[in-house]
């Protein structure tokens, strides 16, 4: 018989809910407590996952409570993610642990080698067709691996309330490109150059981000990678990866709707692509709670943690730099 | 809160174990009972369910199960339904409800207008790639229809020792063709012509079967189906349907188990198509659970019942028919 | 120096057109003469082409004629067909020789084993990618050839005009498929078993013909064929082969008119089909006319004459009983 | 009756073959003359061409001559161009017009506004597909352009003793793509990023060249397009234009060798694409010579000449100051 975990939700926000259900759903864990100030959010949520609502103190009070799942907004993860650490918890923590790699740094005792399991939750790595293809390419189908080009474009911008608090778009958006990169190189770039504009929507460029960006990393061993971002695609969701090695390319295209394709004098359509996230991805967060299970149980080390998050945060502030200085950046060696 | 429907399995067979799975899982459900002579087979499956076993008879005396799930095996489909309907339970069977169209209008009464809800698992209906084709066929998305195009390839032959018991290639396996022509066309054929052989393993025609067949249906209105069948195709479960109308064409394709190509200067390879039925249809078979939860509650009729069991029987028997004559059999009015 | 063939077009038709452009643009023929009684459609073609018109007799007179393409109606091409022969040239004859197999017969000793090399021109034998498609096959890529799926619909139907004289679907339309099955499975199929409806133009009934069709031909190997003919599709001219095999499939698709794909929130939109057998397969005209020279320069013997004229009628006969008896009909030997 | 228009080709290497066969097939041209200084080159192609062999002064001195194909080696075109200018030729020049944007400049009085009309070839504005793309484009089916990835990659390096004398990798390889982006864009870049590497075979590095890079073009209006390049893809020729717009994307895909795909358990195998250039783009070399015989006809401006040549190059030369110096570099107004 399997073992259950109990463990605690922190946040009722989107992704709370999205954890929370598929933790609840789990017969691997026993979610107790879900931890979020705003009451009139806790309560439905709760009410819907079978848990009780209590204190982010209480519930680590709670010394059978194994892990936590922080999902509460970006600026207390780090926070929560040290407090829960250090009263013994395993962390499941949504990306990013935090925006600035300086206070990540200023932590790293705490987290390079935490006391117990950190997870941060770069998703992506555990979708099925993003890892068919890293399997396919560690497995040299296509040789050795030289060039990468990872599409990331979002169906519409997020609210604008959002865009201030968000890093901007390398720090938010970006940074999963960047993780990916780094999983499927298991190399960081030497140095990274970046062009991005506002082509979206003018308020963006009001509220001090761009919409609209590329990039090119360029790795010490001649690889070479280009990252295509835009807030609003008017297509979807589009989430590709194209890895180009020494004898052919491995190419992860965007699942569709539904495999239905119409077919008439105006030519062949086939389903849309999914309109965001949590569509396209639920397949890699029910994967990533199994990990934490895995970890929970001792079966798993953490496929990301401090050391991805601050290298995908370096390669952020590289970007950002370059973006300023108008010429490539040297990516800081994490 | 939405309400939680007491519901019992029988059969803890490959389906038994799929269908109790899902409902274990659902927050729909309390499923309180196996119901599984074998021993060796209930207990692994109870446990993992978190359910009781128990006699089929002591599982129907408790007043608070609504619902049965029967997946026992086929012969038993039919008593242990029509015992379920008397002591007041609604009841999911596994398709057939029975093979022999005789003994299905002997119990007419009982099974037409049960005294409660009947549910007949033709589970492609819940596909829901199927299910956007038809939604588009019957908004006219290529005006009227005209001919149909239906494949079911397996991938392999079932094992030998079944061929004998399993009511031969058309009650079997066609089946499903049938009851999806019934469905895309609201319609019953009214002559059918079927021609099929035996390709696959000679042991198979021993056996008294064919394992390959090519079918027509010809409808009172002039439309035309083709219905194409293997037992093995070489290349994975294929399962497509093709509507063509007066105005365009609608084409429901395999998903495939990855975005992923490769490309290599040998072509462009898609990831293979499903192995099989289990992989192929997960989303069908939780859709119908959650159908037979909304018919629990009130909020649904069967999608499919003894009507649609008769129709798709009569189809059998009528292409049995023309095969053992060589000639187009008339369909039997259901 | 590649020899030159003097050769002459007889019909300035549709056909004749397409033909007598690329007669003329290869550097393989000299065309000297058109041979068409309209003046008013003679002059206009043989001013493009670049040759002289004149009567058939003028024609075959000149001795130094090697070839004749006939083109004209169809009525008329087994009397031109016999008359060429008999004066010396090789002919290449639009399909069909005739639409009579008794008259085929009645000359079986000049067109079996002919004077001069006779290519009835069923062109679907060129196509670059039905010879793909056949290459492979032979090769033994998807294993013994089991099943076939030939499906034939066009985009719209022709003049009623041309209706009564067209020999019905079956002789004028599903020839084509009928050839195709022979030329892909080298076999002559034992029965064949039709339906056919009229669903596109009621008119198309009145004149005594049906417009939507599915046959199924069964071979003395257990060989099974389906053929799938329509005369209106609603999406273009589409021309598929699918044949099944005991280790996978191969499948020969609809070219389209650009790669181009347009990607919107509605789905992903390719290209449309051809419209019509002139756009989609100019290669195999080409090809035809080329292996005409191969044949005049003693290169090559003709891929289809009198043998396969007679075995792609036979067929349409045998289905055109079989639709009027309502059973399978059993195909005359050639 | 159409014009028939007399020309010369200069050069018999392969691309004035390819030239050379097109003019001599089309009704429009008389192919009078084949100036190559190589005689074992010139005899055998204009033998199969049926022209006479002259001198590049004698075939000048030809009143009846209304225009020059100039297909000779790279470093001869411009002399060429310009002696046939002045003798009152219409020019049609294989690209690149020369490799120095400097010795352009310098015959600008005679280049930019010629005494008879100058096309250079950059041949992909005329293949079918990419005319297609750029027609919708124009039409705004996706709105307006905001970002541009044009993929150019080789199935395998030139020969090395190609490398020296190439120009390099921008000049040209690249140079399609920077005619490409402003075909399609209507713009000329504001600045350039590239970096490149030396990935396929360290002898191109020895020779001073690179073989694989990205590039990012940055336009005054805002738009960004991305470059990829390499000479050596392991999967063919592979030519895609991706044009991402404020409402959609229009992507134009790789034709391929044929529609056949294969099925088997390892999935669906599409066929090839094209192996290079010649069997990938024989379409826009005819519609080239269309457009030449256009030009002479008085019937249409040459679609590409001076300016466009001397913006590719501008490009070319500016993506290499940038790999130079490691920073974006500015694109040199035309």
């Given at each position: 018989?399997?073992?259950?975990?109990?463990?605690?939700?922190?946040?009722a926000?989107?992704?709370?809910a999205?954890?929370?259900?598929?933790?609840?759903?789990?017969?691997?864990f026993?979610?107790?407590?879900?931890?979020?100030p705003?009451?009139?959010?806790?309560?439905?949520?709760?009410?819907?996952?079978?848990?009780?609502?209590?204190?982010?103190?209480?519930?680590?009070?709670?010394?059978?409570?194994?892990?936590?799942?922080?999902?509460s907004s970006?600026?207390?993860?780090?926070?929560?993610?040290?407090?829960?650490?250090?009263?013994?918890?395993?962390v499941?923590?949504?990306k990013?642990?935090?925006?600035?790699?300086?206070?990540?740094?200023?932590?790293?005792?705490?987290?390079?080698?935490?006391?117990?399991?950190?997870?941060?939750?770069?998703?992506?790595?555990?979708?099925?067709?993003?890892?068919?293809?890293?399997?396919?390419?560690?497995?040299?189908?296509?040789?050795?691996?030289e060039?990468?080009?990872?599409i990331?474009?979002?169906?519409?911008?997020?609210?604008?309330?959002?865009?201030p608090?968000?890093?901007?778009?390398?720090?938010?958006?970006?940074?999963?490109d960047?993780?990916?990169?780094?999983?499927?190189?298991?190399?960081t770039?030497?140095?990274?150059?970046?062009?991005?504009e506002?082509?979206?929507?003018?308020?963006?460029g009001?509220?001090?981000?761009?919409?609209?960006?590329?990039?090119?990393?360029?790795?010490?061993?001649?690889?070479?990678?280009?990252?295509?971002?835009t807030?609003?695609?008017?297509?979807?969701?589009?989430?590709?990866?194209?890895?180009?090695?020494?004898?052919?390319?491995?190419?992860?295209?965007?699942?569709?709707?539904s495999?239905?394709e119409?077919?008439?004098?105006?030519?062949?359509?086939?389903?849309?692509?999914?309109?965001?996230f949590?569509?396209?991805?639920?397949?890699?967060?029910?994967?990533e709670?199994?990990?934490?299970?895995?970890?929970?149980?001792?079966?798993?080390?953490?496929?990301?943690?401090?050391?991805?998050?601050?290298?995908?945060?370096?390669?952020?502030?590289?970007?950002?730099?370059?973006?300023?200085?108008?010429?490539?950046?040297?990516?800081?060696?994490?």
């Open positions: 018989m399997a073992a259950v975990h109990r463990i605690a939700l922190v946040g926000g989107r992704m709370g999205i954890r929370g259900r598929i933790a609840a759903a789990s017969p691997r026993d979610l107790a407590y879900l931890v979020e705003r009451a009139d959010a806790a309560g439905p949520l709760a009410a819907e996952l079978g848990c009780r609502t209590a204190s982010f103190e209480a519930m680590l009070a709670d010394r059978n409570v194994a892990g936590v799942i922080v999902a970006t600026d207390t993860h780090l926070d929560l993610t040290l407090a829960a650490l250090r009263a013994g918890k395993a499941f923590c949504e990013p642990l935090d925006l600035e790699p300086s206070r990540l740094r200023a932590h790293a005792a705490d987290l390079a080698a935490p006391a117990r399991p950190l997870y941060v939750a770069f998703n992506r790595r555990f979708d099925p067709h993003l890892r068919t293809l890293k399997a396919r390419l560690d497995a040299g189908a296509v040789g050795a691996l060039t990468l080009h990872l990331s474009h979002d169906p519409a911008p997020p609210p604008l309330s959002f865009v608090t968000s890093g901007g778009l390398f720090r938010d958006f970006t940074i999963h960047f993780d990916m990169a780094g999983w499927l190189t298991g190399e770039p030497a140095d990274v150059f970046a062009w991005a506002c082509l979206v929507d003018p308020a963006i009001a509220a001090g981000d761009v919409d609209t960006a590329r990039l090119i990393l360029r790795y010490a061993t001649g690889r070479l990678g280009v990252i295509s971002n807030r609003r695609s008017g297509y979807g969701y589009d989430q590709r990866v194209e890895a180009y090695g020494s004898k052919g390319a491995l190419m992860a295209g965007n699942p569709r709707t495999t239905v119409t077919w008439t004098e105006a030519g062949a359509t086939a389903a849309p692509i999914y309109g965001g949590a569509a396209r991805y639920p397949k890699s967060y029910a994967a709670l199994d990990h934490f299970a895995d970890i929970l149980a001792g079966e798993a080390e953490p496929a990301a943690g401090y050391a991805a998050s601050l290298a995908a945060l370096a390669l952020a502030e590289a970007a950002a730099r370059s973006l300023r200085t108008g010429a490539p950046a040297p990516v800081e060696a994490p």
